[in-house]
């Protein structure tokens, strides 16, 4: 065994040469004459990262990202502990075993943002060193930000993102480092597009990059605001007022229920 056991397929000896040999003639295949710029590697834990990182050398994609799903850190009450650092550092672990390359779903920003807008609880967007709690908070640039993906919500629904949160959840990720991502269901179904584009768009005209940097100005139960390299400042929770966080010369770009930007 190289890694993890999943019941919903049969197991590939990636250890086998041939299999190697073969599985990377196909993804250069698909890359050359499809026209694929990169590859999702799903339930990356199930295969040791020397596996992914042997095709990741052997086909060299745009961009890849690798699906390493392991449950939050949880307390007594049933919630998820404050210091999710542990789940984190296994995320970027993996990354670096994979050769630095590669990028990772952050479902410790996912995690954490859930629970704190689901209990009321804001003040665990920041860290105990001052910055995002999530993956994003120590190598953004291999952290690919998500709301749900067709594991958790879609029709699935594992772990859904509360429907009343979801722009405040796209906010923080349209705005903060990491390569944001959006799911078809939100964009097209759930009738978000006109929202979720005004956010891509501020990312796009002020240069928000996936190593931007943050600067969180409050994050108490009910209001978290962050200044992103200074250009943008966003402010997601029920609390109203905020104006003295917020400098004279920034006007609102958009907003909706319980954010701005």
Request: glycine share 10%.
């Amino acid at each position: 065994m190289a890694g993890a056991d999943f019941n919903g397929a049969p197991d590939i000896d990636h250890l086998n040469t041939r299999v190697q040999r073969e599985l990377s003639d196909w993804m250069n295949w698909i890359k050359t004459e499809i026209g694929f710029d990169g590859w999702r590697f799903d339930f990356a834990k199930g295969y040791s990262p020397d596996i992914t990182k042997l095709y990741m050398r052997n086909t060299r994609p745009e961009f890849a990202v690798g699906e390493i799903w392991n449950p939050l850190s949880y307390g007594s009450d049933g919630k998820p502990n404050y210091d999710q650092d542990g789940h984190r550092r296994e995320l970027t672990e993996w990354v670096k075993a994979v050769g630095g390359s590669a990028t990772a779903f952050d479902f410790t920003t996912k995690g954490i943002l859930q629970a704190a807008l689901v209990e009321g609880e804001l003040w665990r967007l920041k860290d105990s060193n001052g910055g995002p709690p999530g993956m994003i908070g120590l190598v953004p640039e291999n952290a690919v930000t998500f709301v749900d993906n067709h594991d958790t919500g879609s029709t699935q629904k594992h772990w859904p993102f509360p429907s009343d949160k979801v722009m405040q959840r796209y906010v923080y990720i349209l705005t903060h480092p990491g390569f944001p991502s959006i799911i078809y269901d939100h964009f097209f179904d759930w009738g978000l597009k006109e929202e979720i584009s005004k956010l891509a768009m501020i990312r796009i005209k002020n240069g928000i990059r996936a190593s931007s940097t943050v600067r969180i100005l409050a994050s108490d139960p009910d209001l978290y605001v962050a200044a992103i390299d200074d250009k943008i400042i966003a402010k997601i929770g029920p609390r109203y007022e905020a104006g003295h966080l917020v400098p004279t010369n920034f006007r609102i770009a958009t907003c909706g229920n319980d954010y701005v930007v």
